[in-house]
């Protein structure tokens, strides 16, 4: 494995399926309260500069689980880039803790964090994408229908840092991706680019979402305005109304479809709650398996599988 994990492009298929194996055997021991505390005496600091419930919380209590212990450094404590440079912190933390978990804007950062730190980082989202979301995305997905070949995955709202994981994902595994935005609101066609030459996957950009999720597998969304677009909510309220996920628009994809979110939900914005809420949605599946595959990267990286 790569020192840090930054993106889902860092690993290898057999490496993404390794954390796969590891992350059952972990949910397992953890489901049967099995002690597991294979990175005892570990501290991992976790970086945020931008809110958070699941990344948080799932990191600190995996690392627990793990033997370990967790730092919340909130956007006060550090200012990273502001107080102090991204460099000079990455150099501290290195001297204290033996891994790093940064929630942060810039995507340059995190890199510049990775590279100046001599301890592992792990990319907990940037404005550029969220690997270890897609990570347990997916291995929800493999979950409930024991593949991800042949499985339409429909990606719908916008091209955001979620999408470009998904994408990154199609670049390292064989799957259908879809993804259907505003035309304005595209993914990032160099990521987009790469996944396609790779060759694997099916990768379509398809904006109107009712042909967009014929026979989807799946049905993907995220909010409509990010963390850091606040500003912007009212306008992409309607420039993204279409692509809302509510039960008209399940009526065209296949009758199990599997309805996800990696959360937090805008409900009645992205998604109604009749959808979040209903028998499709594996919404709180795939919240809990961050736990799960977030424990199985932070075991890998610490080279102890
Ligand atoms: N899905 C996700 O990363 O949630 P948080 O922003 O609450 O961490
Ligand atoms: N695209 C969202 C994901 C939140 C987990 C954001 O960046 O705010």
Redesign the pocket.
Known sequence: MKKDFLSIADLTQDEIFEIFDLTRDLKQKTRNREPHPILQGYTLAMIFA?????????FETGMFQLGGHALYLSPQDIGIGKREAVKDIARVISRYNDMIMA?LFDHADIEELAEYASVPVIN??TDYN?P??IMADAFTILEHRGTLENLKIVYIGDGNNVAHSWINFAYRVPIHLVISTPRDYQPDPATLQRAREAGLSTIELISDPVEAVRDADVVYTDVWAS?GQEDEAEIRKQIFKPYQVNQELLAHTRKDVLVMH???AHRGEEITDEVLDGPHSIVFDE?EN?LHVQKAIMVKLAGKA
Do not use: E, F, V, W
Request: proline share 10%; net charge positive; charged share 25%.
């Open positions: 931008k809110p958070s419930a699941r990344t948080r919380i799932s929630r907990g989202l969220h270890c979301q963390m990696c959360l937090p919240a961050r």
